[in-house]
């Protein structure tokens, strides 16, 4: 079978050039989207990561302040920053760059961003409004794949769509935006007993499971969507996903890449929330 390469490249950049469009206007009525990323300690690939959303808030007109601490930030200290920028109406998104030091309660600071300028969706009120199927912000991976199948003309309705992994910013959220598409979702983990068998039947193959080309095509339906949320580093040190491309390709019928699927739609909707939560405020001031 030919596998389409999905081209998440291609689609960031069409969502950011909308995202775009829509800072304009606001710059019009004298608003600049802030976006505040919070960085603390020397993790690598978080550094690489904040590069990216502080480069891409450039090239779309937007405010980005980046905030950075030694990892010996003290949690207290984290959370008078965050409340003073609860309090700084330049500010519309904040974004605490996760994993935090050891010492840091991950809950805490989530839960004291103002869910009104949570643009990384991981706030409870955020969470419970998306499962209930309210107006929230979406968190940017699950909503960015969605976009992807969109873009696609893939439709999950009543397919079987099987989600490996379960975290709360990636696995149990694409599983529930899948659901409010119809389609049926079955989540498989590191507990889960024969999951060739389960991911087998899978016409949307979610995998975000956190291991170098964990998937070969013995987990693959013939013909099956495979996207790949997967950011790793192989044995060279080169980055890849959790799917093994080489191997997949051939079995599958569409298949992100990595880098070049996932990765650039996370930031893209990073942006759009970003730009949704300044429109807000206009629209609160009138
Ligand atoms: N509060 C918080 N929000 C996040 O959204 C968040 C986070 N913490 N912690 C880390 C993860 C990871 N993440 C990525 C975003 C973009 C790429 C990305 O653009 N990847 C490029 C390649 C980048 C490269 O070359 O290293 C690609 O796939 O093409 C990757 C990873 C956001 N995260």
Redesign the pocket.
């Known amino acids: 079978m030919s596998t389409t390469r999905i081209d998440?490249?291609a689609v960031s950049q069409k969502i950011k050039d909308q995202v775009k469009k829509r800072v304009d206007r606001l710059k019009q009525e004298g608003i600049v989207p802030g976006l505040a990323v919070v960085l603390i300690g020397e993790n690598s690939?978080?550094h690489?990561?904040v590069k990216?959303?502080k480069k891409t808030c450039e090239a779309l007109g937007m405010r980005s302040d980046l905030h950075q601490f030694p990892d010996t930030l003290t949690e207290h200290e984290l959370l008078s920053t965050i409340d003073e920028l609860n309090n700084d109406p330049a500010i519309h998104g904040i974004?605490?760059?996760?994993?935090l030091p050891a010492h840091i309660d991950e809950f805490k600071v989530i839960l004291a961003i103002d869910p009104s300028k949570d643009v990384?969706g991981?706030h409870p009120v955020s969470i419970g409004n998306m499962m209930i199927g309210k107006e929230a912000f979406l968190?940017?991976?699950p909503h960015g794949i969605i976009k992807l199948l969109e873009h696609y003309g893939i439709d999950p309705k009543g397919k079987h769509a099987v989600v490996i992994g379960r975290s709360n910013?990636v696995g149990k959220p694409v599983g529930q935006l899948l659901l409010q598409k119809d389609a049926t979702v079955t989540y498989c983990h590191s507990k889960t007993e024969d999951m060739e068998s389960i991911t087998k039947q899978a016409d949307i193959l979610i995998a975000a499971i956190g291991k170098a080309k964990f998937i070969d095509r013995s987990y693959v339906k013939p013909g099956a969507v495979v996207i790949d949320v997967g950011?790793n580093r192989d044995e060279d040190g080169k980055?890849c996903g959790d799917v093994d491309f080489a191997d997949v390709e051939g079995t599958a019928s569409y298949m992100t890449?990595?880098?070049?699927?996932?990765?650039?739609m996370?930031?893209a909707m990073?942006m759009e929330n970003t730009v949704q939560s300044a429109e807000y405020g206009l629209t609160k001031d009138k």
């Open positions: 998440g490249k690939a978080s690489t990561y990216n959303k974004l605490v760059q996760l994993p990384d991981f968190p940017c991976t910013i950011m980055l890449p990595v880098p070049g699927g996932v990765g650039p996370t930031i990073l």
